[in-house]
């Protein structure tokens, strides 16, 4: 299954909701005007669009998600390489590096990544 693509104003509400599921519509609309500074026809209106690309549920005004975070991360992340970096993972590497100033810490991180994949560990 494709994850649908969420937008980045949706994605600040998954997050919201991925925290607080399963919650009651009403109750979500409260949050979402608190974090988000939505109004109730805005957040109403996200949970239908999001309901209609298969991205949540709302029944019996009970709001959850039907994707999980780490499902729409992928996703992003897998667009954004492709759109910016035409996929090229050591191309996106050289511009984060050259952005962020990485920690020893982090280069081990990201060795240790590329040592597991090279052992068909990934």
């Not at 600040?12 to 500074?37: H, R, Y």
């Not at 035409?86 to 990485?102: C, E, N, T």
């Amino acid at each position: 299954m494709n994850t649908p693509q969420i937008f980045d104003s949706e994605y600040k509400f998954c997050l919201l909701l991925w925290e607080l599921q399963p919650i009651n519509s009403t109750k979500l609309v409260a949050v979402c005007k608190e974090q988000l500074g939505w109004s109730k026809a805005t957040t109403y209106t996200v949970i239908r669009r999001l309901s209609e690309r298969g991205v949540v549920k709302n029944e019996n005004s009970i709001v959850t998600a039907l994707v999980s975070k780490e499902e729409v991360q992928k996703a992003r992340m897998e667009n954004l390489m492709e759109e910016t970096f035409q996929g090229s993972i050591p191309a996106f590497i050289a511009a984060f590096s050259r952005s962020k100033k990485l920690s020893r810490a982090e280069v081990d991180q990201l060795q240790a990544l590329i040592d597991n994949y090279e052992e068909g560990d990934a």
